[in-house]
């Protein structure tokens, strides 16, 4: 990519920690902030699969999501804004790898891992879910009030991966 947009987005992910996520399913509207790892653009969390967003997720996958710093400085406003889809992580391989991402971002959980008790308990119990945007939106009052800068994400079947696109 020439402006090394997805690159400024993989260091702003790098640089926050929570994700507010936003689902929709039949009883309506739910958001609710997870603290995330990632792996290229996409982000793994933990929850329990019997919370409202994650039977969202299982009911209807398209979700959206913003991470952003809390700023009293209009200026100085800077976040994400996604949108795409989730899913619960089924492989054991793959949730292996993700778990491995979370642990590494947040170490209590390593160290929850080792424990014992309900603690441990919980976190064993708690599913890991991907999010893989379509579509992030950086925003960053820096350059102008309301500069946005689109990176579009294409899945493709073949073997390429997925392609990224900046719109403007």
Do not use: C
């Not at 997805?6 to 399913?25: C, K, M, P, Q, Y």
């Not at 949730?95 to 971002?105: K, P, V």
């Amino acid at each position: 990519m020439s402006d090394g947009l997805a690159e400024r987005i993989a260091e702003f992910l790098d640089d926050n920690h929570v994700l507010s996520l936003a689902t929709l399913g039949p009883d309506g509207p739910h958001a609710a902030n997870v603290l995330y790892a990632r792996e290229e653009l996409s982000l793994f969390w933990l929850s329990d699969p019997s919370s409202r967003h994650s039977l969202h997720i299982e009911a209807r996958p398209a979700i959206a999501g913003t991470i952003a710093p809390d700023f009293w400085d209009f200026p100085a406003i800077k976040g994400l804004q996604l949108k795409g889809s989730a899913q619960r992580i089924m492989h054991p391989g793959d949730e292996r790898r993700a778990r491995g991402h979370l642990q590494a971002r947040y170490p209590f959980l390593r160290d929850i891992s080792a424990a014992a008790g309900a603690l441990r308990e919980a976190y064993e119990r708690a599913q890991i879910y991907r999010f893989d945007p379509v579509q992030i939106v950086l925003i960053d009052n820096s350059h102008g009030f309301g500069s946005k800068e689109v990176l579009d994400i294409v899945s493709q079947a073949s073997a390429v991966g997925r392609q990224i696109a900046v719109v403007r």
